[in-house]
C-alpha cells in the first residue's frame, strides 16, 4: 500500500513538470570572475609615456586582455569614445590617444569588464615628438632633417653634446649640419624645446672628417683694441694688394679713407690712405661694390647717407684718380658683382631683382648696361657670388617675406638663374665673402665657412671651418705669395689671416 502511494506521488509530480513545459537546466556559459571557468577582469599594471601629446600612441602593459583589436577599447579622460586601438595581446594594448583627449585616468574595457588606472595621462599639446632623421649617415658638415610634431622657434639639436646649426625650421622639420667638433662615432640627436629633451631612437653615424680648414693668424691689424671699422665698406685685389674702405673709417670721419695690405711688405701692415677722389666715394657712401677687370678697378652703386645710388666709377689705384661712367640701371645697394668669360655682370641689391652685363666700350668708352637675367626672389641684398667654369653659384637670397635667407641660384652665360639647393645655415650677416678653391667654391659667414662642391644634383654644401673659435671673417681677397695662390681674409678690425684647406 505504502509502495502503491509513493509511485502515484512520483507519477504526479512528472507529470506537472512536464505539463509546465521546463527545460531541464543548462549550465551557465559565463559564470563569472569568481566562478570556475568565469572570464577574469583586466588588471592595468602600468603605461607608457606618462607624459604624451595628442595623436601619439600609449602603451598599456597588464593582464586578462584580449587578443582581438575589436574586443579591447581604452577610454581616455574627456572622450566619450575609445581611443583608435593599434595592437593586442593578452598583456599589451598599444593605442593611440584622440586629438581631444585631455589629462586623466584611463579606462581599460576587455569584453564586459573594466580596470582604471591608479594615476593620470598627462596629454600636453605643446610638448615635441620625433619621428625620425634622414641621412643616417655621413661625414663632418652632413646636412640632416630631422622631422616630428611641434619644433617651435627656440627648439635647439645636439649631437655628441655638440650644439648643431640649425638652417631651416618648420613646426614639422628641422635642418642641420652635423658640426666639425664632433667625435667619429654613433650618435642620437638630441632635440630640446624648453622643458622637453628628446632623443632619437636611432643613430647618426659620422663616417669622415671631410678636408677641415683653419685661419693661420698672420698676427697684422688694422685697429689694435679689435673695434670694427669700415662698417660697409668695400674690397678688392689690384696688382697683388688687398684694398679695403672707401668709406668712413669710423662714424665720426668727414672724409673717406681706404686701406691698403701689400704681402711684398708684411712688416708695414695696413696702409690707411685718402688718396683718391671724394666724388667716387664721399664719407657717406657704404654697401658699394667693385670688380676688377683686365687690370681695371670699377665701383659703385650703393648707399649714400640714406639714399641708394646708381653712380659707376673706373678708379684708379696708381694715382686715385677716378672717372665717372654710365650709371647702373637701379639705385641698388649691396649688389653683387663678377666677371664670367670675360664679361662684367652686375646685380641684384635692394629693390633690384636683375642682373645686368656692363661693356666697358659701350656708349663712347663710357661703359652700357644690357638686362641678362631676372628672377623672382624677394631680394638679395648681402650676398655675393663665385665664378666655377661656365656657372656662377649667386646667393645668399630671400627667396620671400619671412623666409631664412640662405635661397642660392646659379647662373650661365646666356641662360637664366636657377635655383640650387639652399646654402644650410641662416647667419645674420652684413657681408659673405667667398672665393674658390680649384673645382670647388667657399662662402663665407661671420665664424663659419661653408663649401660647395657642384654636382648633378645643384650640388651639394658642408661646413669645413667653424665654431666660436674662428675668426669671424668680413672681407677675402686671392694673392699670390711666393707664387702660391693664397686666400686671405680679415676681420672687421682687419686682423688678417691666411685659410688653409
Request: contains cysteine.
Amino acid at each position: 500500500m505504502r509502495t502503491s502511494r509513493l509511485l502515484v506521488a512520483i507519477a504526479v509530480v512528472t507529470s506537472i513538470l512536464t505539463g509546465c513545459g521546463k527545460d531541464p537546466v543548462k549550465p551557465n556559459p559565463d559564470p563569472g570572475p569568481d566562478r570556475p571557468g568565469g572570464s577574469k577582469a583586466p588588471e592595468i599594471t602600468s603605461f607608457s609615456p606618462a607624459k604624451i601629446m595628442p595623436g601619439g600612441e600609449v602603451i598599456i602593459q597588464g593582464k586578462n586582455f584580449k587578443e582581438s583589436i575589436i574586443d579591447n577599447s581604452v577610454i581616455f579622460n574627456g572622450n566619450i569614445f575609445s581611443g583608435p586601438m593599434i595592437a593586442a595581446t593578452t598583456t599589451q594594448l598599444t593605442v593611440r590617444v584622440p586629438l581631444d583627449a585631455t589629462t586623466g585616468k584611463l579606462i581599460v574595457q576587455s569584453g564586459s569588464l573594466k580596470d582604471t588606472t591608479s594615476t593620470d595621462l598627462v596629454i600636453d599639446p605643446d610638448m615635441i615628438s620625433l619621428a625620425g632623421f634622414t641621412p643616417a649617415t655621413g661625414p663632418i658638415g652632413t646636412s640632416v632633417t630631422i622631422t616630428g610634431i611641434n619644433f617651435g622657434l627656440n627648439t635647439r639639436v645636439k649631437i655628441n653634446g655638440v650644439e648643431c646649426p640649425i638652417s631651416n625650421r618648420t613646426n614639422t622639420s628641422l635642418t642641420i649640419s652635423i658640426p666639425l667638433n664632433t667625435s667619429l662615432s654613433k650618435h642620437k640627436f638630441e632635440v630640446i624645446n624648453g622643458p622637453y629633451n628628446l632623443q632619437t631612437p636611432e643613430e647618426f653615424t659620422v663616417s669622415s672628417t671631410g678636408a677641415t680648414a683653419r685661419w693661420d693668424d698672420k698676427q697684422i691689424e688694422l685697429v689694435p683694441n679689435g673695434a670694427s671699422v669700415f662698417h660697409d665698406g668695400l674690397s678688392f685685389v689690384h696688382g697683388n694688394k688687398l684694398y679695403w674702405g672707401f668709406t668712413r673709417l669710423v662714424p665720426s670721419e668727414q672724409t673717406s679713407l681706404y686701406a691698403v695690405y701689400d704681402p711684398a711688405q708684411p712688416a708695414k701692415g695696413w696702409q690707411l690712405t685718402d688718396k683718391f677722389s671724394q666724388t667716387m666715394a664721399p664719407a657717406g657712401l657704404s654697401m658699394a661694390t667693385a670688380i676688377v677687370h683686365n687690370d681695371r678697378v670699377y665701383l659703385g652703386t650703393g648707399f649714400k647717407g640714406n639714399q641708394g645710388t646708381p653712380h659707376w666709377w673706373e678708379f684708379n689705384p696708381a694715382d686715385g684718380s677716378a672717372r665717372q661712367l654710365t650709371d647702373f640701371p637701379h639705385p641698388a645697394p649691396n649688389t653683387i658683382s663678377f666677371v664670367l668669360n670675360n664679361r662684367i655682370y652686375v646685380g641684384f641689391g635692394s629693390g633690384n631683382k636683375n642682373l645686368y652685363e656692363f661693356d666697358p666700350a659701350g656708349n663712347n668708352n663710357l661703359g652700357s648696361w644690357t638686362l641678362k637675367a631676372t628672377h623672382n626672389l624677394q631680394e638679395l641684398n648681402s650676398g655675393n657670388a663665385f665664378v666655377l667654369g661656365n656657372e656662377v653659384i649667386i646667393g645668399r637670397a630671400l627667396p620671400e617675406l619671412n623666409k631664412p635667407r640662405l635661397a642660392m641660384l646659379k647662373y650661365t652665360e646666356g641662360g637664366q638663374l636657377t635655383r640650387i639647393p639652399d646654402m644650410p645655415q641662416d647667419i645674420p650677416s652684413g657681408s659673405t665673402a667667398s672665393f674658390t678653391i680649384g673645382n670647388k667654391g667657399y662662402f663665407v659667414i661671420n665664424k663659419n665657412v661653408w663649401e660647395y662642391t657642384p654636382d648633378a644634383a645643384g650640388g651639394s654644401w658642408r661646413v669645413v671651418a667653424g665654431g666660436d673659435q674662428q675668426p669671424a671673417i668680413k672681407g677675402v681677397g686671392t694673392l699670390t705669395i711666393n707664387g702660391v695662390r693664397t686666400i686671405y681674409g680679415w676681420t672687421g678690425a682687419g686682423h688678417l689671416y691666411e685659410f688653409k684647406l
